[in-house]
């Protein structure tokens, strides 16, 4: 009986507590050179550490995020969300954003706040992912750190790189572009559209979307693009690699610098 009742107001000051938090899917930007990633490390400064820092300063208390993946050293983020939960009659949702904005660095921004059911998850919630990575072939100040500067003689035939990026359109095992020692269950990945784009004479964008990407994934797609462009080995080769679930001979993993997480999409989030 003791035992019971015991229970009884264990569950029910649950309860109480949880009607006294909510959770916040918070949308944000960030440029990743100065930072070791997304998450925290002992002995590099991260951006997870960062936005958690300053929010346990607004609050007054130790505060927890959860992002909606793991970004690399120098990679960036057009487009990010991460889930908190957070006492909902402390602030309203713009003056969150006003604190945020006002205690971390340039180099991170805060866009917008949804409040959202207590289960939602950041991470897995996610439906798809979409990543751009730039490229720029004549030396430019204003893009260091931001694009990845391809030091080649020739800049690279777009219809080859084409060729190549839609190749991945036809599989959905990619344990060829998985980095080595990659602890996961499964390499299946549905690729929802892989594509170069033009932006001017000296400058190119790749474009990929999935509703999952393995380590390095993505570095390695744009390195087998360029390798492939520029006569390292032909498509045939990664055809190959895909249909037999091996690596390339000469895997390429690109510079952090082009890489950009550039939109996240979620079923109870509009658009």
């Not at 207590?118 to 439906?127: C, K, L, N, P, Q």
Request: net charge neutral; aromatic share 14%.
């Amino acid at each position: 009986m003791i035992r019971n009742s015991l229970l009884f107001c264990i569950f029910r000051e649950v309860i109480r507590l949880r009607k006294m938090t909510q959770r916040y899917l918070i949308e944000l930007a960030y440029d990743g050179a100065s930072y070791a990633g997304w998450q925290i490390q002992s002995n590099a400064i991260t951006i997870q550490e960062t936005i958690e820092e300053a929010l346990s300063k607004i609050y007054s208390q130790k505060i927890s995020i959860i992002g909606c993946g793991r970004t690399d050293a120098g990679v960036h983020a057009s487009q990010y969300y991460m889930h908190v939960d957070l006492d909902p009659n402390k602030y309203v949702d713009d003056f969150l954003l006003y604190k945020l904005n006002g205690l971390t660095p340039t180099s991170i921004g805060f866009k917008k706040v949804h409040r959202v059911d207590m289960e939602a998850h950041a991470r897995y919630d996610a439906v798809s992912r979409s990543y751009e990575y730039y490229v720029h072939f004549q030396k430019d100040p204003f893009l260091v750190g931001r694009s990845y500067k391809y030091n080649q003689t020739l800049i690279p035939d777009v219809a080859v790189l084409s060729d190549a990026a839609k190749v991945i359109l036809d599989y959905s095992e990619f344990f060829t572009f998985c980095k080595a020692h990659t602890q996961v269950d499964h390499y299946k990945c549905a690729i929802k559209q892989s594509y170069w784009e033009v932006l001017d004479e000296d400058r190119l964008v790749y474009h990929v979307t999935a509703n999952r990407f393995l380590r390095g994934m993505v570095r390695m797609l744009v390195g087998m693009c360029l390798n492939v462009a520029n006569g390292k080995y032909p498509l045939q080769d990664v055809i190959d690699a895909l249909d037999k679930q091996k690596r390339l001979e000469f895997a390429w993993s690109v510079p952090a610098e082009g890489l950009y997480l550039s939109k996240i999409e979620y079923p109870y989030i509009d658009q």
